[in-house]
Nanobody
């Protein structure tokens, strides 16, 4: 399983940015993808997640981003997106996508994810 995250950059407060995570590999190895972020000096935290295998693409979000961030999927393109809006300076971090096999809503810890992509830097600053 390979994950490739991209789309990071510099954006002003209040702006928007869309990250992409292209995944490859067998769905026997993973059925859910999450986005994590890690700010300098802080632990990596889960931003949200989406089920790859379910028909409804169930999602779940951290309280800090609920209503501002949206995770979606395009299974035909093997891509998961993180649409970020109303960005704040505290959203500045390196963002990672990660995959696991199993239920995803309650899997909030990094050790629960088997596969990781490289990070992409998001900087929110004026």
């Amino acid at each position: 399983v390979q994950l490739q995250a991209s789309g990071g950059g510099l954006v002003q407060p209040g702006g928007s940015l869309r990250l992409s995570c292209v995944h490859s590999g067998s769905t026997l190895d993973f059925n859910a993808i999450a986005w994590f972020r890690q700010a300098p000096g802080k632990e990596r935290e889960r931003v949200g997640c989406i089920s790859i295998s379910s028909s409804d693409g169930r999602t779940n979000y951290a309280d800090s981003v609920k209503g501002r961030f949206t995770i979606s999927r395009d299974n035909a393109e093997n891509t998961v997106y993180l649409q970020m809006s109303s960005l704040k300076p505290e959203d500045t971090a390196v963002y990672y996508c990660a995959a696991r096999f199993g239920q995803v809503v309650l899997a909030t810890q990094t050790y629960e994810y088997t596969y990781w992509g490289q990070g992409t830097q998001v900087t929110v600053s004026s």
